[in-house]
């Protein structure tokens, strides 16, 4: 296993913060220009709209600079789709027209800033810091916004689940208090068991409630440390073994050998374990866990795998939305508040990884995690 050095663990972390410029333009030569002033930004490129959208796609841009005329797609067309994907995005416009009406429909568009050719180099050094700056407070004005909405409908959320066990446990001891229900009847042994199990239920959702306030508190940025999912994979499937208490469930773990990760250790233990209680919930009374580690060229692959009752297809293209439950019993009462695939991806999507899922109807479901790998080593 290669070490990780003080010195590239620095030089990893002042990696991942710098700002990626995405720079428009049919002329080879402007956009060569721009990269080379520009140099303090990872510069990716494209030589017309249709391109530059295909590449927005793909995430990670902070800014696009982009030409007016250009083949397949011009710079007004590009700025109207980037802007109805992610109102965001902040988008300059190079143009060598001072056209009045080409600025009104920019500006329509809602362009961030001009600049004209010929290129003044200073000022388009500037227009790019200025631009980070609008972008990071158009990112903060717009997550108060869907923190404000998220409140609402998690207040919402949380009285409705609530509310369920906390009126049957009231009836049952008003009908107790009442005598309408004696405590030496055989039936009532039963009614107590549901009671104690609707108990049991608010406390786990008190927990769940804990959990995921401390999430999102901690879900603004990455707090790096070297990992080793060798020994973590093992042990986070053992708790969530302990918890479920499904002794028909059993599980098993295969672990290549990987390189210690710069990784956020709580994140990732968060969305791994999310993946391992969801596999044994939906398990059927006997089934199979697998965990799988494995070392690829680039990247390392975790892999929760189970045989229990799977997902609909229709259902699978929702799992990553906030606040949706799969009702594999279709009682409309399903238990916990659908927020953990949401955080599974927003944290592995933090560390540069993806999560897919494949599932089949009462065959079983596959959960794939992948992080890269090669960040973490020294050269």
């Known amino acids: 296993m290669l070490e990780l050095?003080?010195?590239?663990?620095?030089?990893?972390?002042q990696d991942r913060d710098k700002k990626t410029i995405l720079i428009v333009d049919d002329e080879g030569v402007i956009r060569d220009l721009c990269r080379r002033v520009l140099n303090d930004y990872h510069i990716v490129e494209a030589g017309d709209g249709q391109e530059a959208y295909e590449i927005f796609l793909r995430g990670g841009i902070d800014v696009i600079l982009t030409d007016v005329m250009m083949p397949r797609m011009d710079g007004i067309?590009?700025?109207?789709?980037?802007?109805?994907?992610?109102?965001?995005?902040?988008?300059?416009?190079?143009?060598?027209?001072?056209?009045?009406d080409l600025i009104l429909k920019a500006l329509k568009a809602d362009?961030?800033?001009?600049?004209?050719?010929?290129?003044?180099?200073?000022?388009?050094?500037?227009?790019?810091?200025?631009?980070?700056?609008k972008k990071a407070l158009k990112e903060e004005i717009a997550n108060l916004r869907n923190l404000d909405r998220f409140k609402t409908v998690f207040l919402s959320l949380i009285s409705h689940k609530f509310?369920?066990?906390?009126?049957?446990?009231?009836?049952?001891?008003q009908n107790l208090a009442a005598g309408v229900i004696d405590p030496a009847d055989e039936g009532a042994k039963e009614h107590i068991n549901l009671i104690y199990n609707e108990a049991c239920y608010l406390g786990n959702l008190v927990t769940d409630l804990?959990?995921?306030?401390?999430?999102?508190?901690?879900g603004a940025g990455l707090h790096l440390e070297p990992c080793t999912l060798n020994l973590?994979?093992?042990?986070?499937?053992?708790?969530?073994?302990?918890?479920?208490?499904?002794?028909?469930?059993?599980?098993?773990?295969?672990l290549d050998t990987v390189p210690e990760l710069m990784l956020d250790r709580d994140k990732v233990s968060f969305a791994v374990r999310q993946v391992i209680d969801n596999a044994i919930k939906f398990s059927k009374e006997t089934g199979v866990v697998c965990v799988t580690l494995r070392n690829l060229e680039n990247q390392c692959e975790i892999t929760v795998q189970d045989d229990g009752i799977g997902i609909s297809p229709e259902q699978l293209p929702k799992l990553f939305e906030k606040f949706y439950q799969?009702?594999?019993?279709?009682?409309?009462?399903?238990?916990?508040?659908?927020?953990?695939?949401?955080?599974?991806?927003?944290?592995?999507?933090?560390?540069?990884?993806?999560?897919?899922?494949?599932?089949?109807?009462n065959v079983g479901t596959r959960v794939v995690i992948t992080l890269p790998n090669k960040a973490s080593q020294s050269p």
Do not use: C, W
């Open 5 to 13: 050095t003080a010195n590239h663990t620095q030089e990893l972390l």
């Open 210 to 218: 804990l959990t995921f306030s401390s999430v999102m508190d901690s």
């Open 232 to 254: 973590l994979l093992p042990k986070l499937l053992q708790e969530a073994q302990d918890v479920a208490a499904r002794p028909g469930v059993t599980t098993h773990v295969t």
């Open 77 to 100: 067309e590009l700025l109207k789709k980037l802007k109805e994907r992610e109102p965001t995005m902040v988008v300059i416009i190079m143009t060598g027209f001072a056209d009045k």
């Open 111 to 133: 362009a961030d800033d001009f600049i004209t050719k010929p290129l003044n180099l200073l000022q388009l050094k500037s227009a790019i810091s200025k631009a980070l700056v």
């Open 163 to 173: 509310r369920t066990p906390i009126t049957s446990i009231s009836l049952f001891l």
């Open 326 to 361: 799969v009702d594999a019993d279709h009682t409309g009462q399903v238990r916990g508040f659908g927020l953990g695939l949401f955080y599974v991806r927003e944290f592995i999507r933090m560390h540069g990884g993806t999560v897919s899922i494949d599932s089949e109807e």
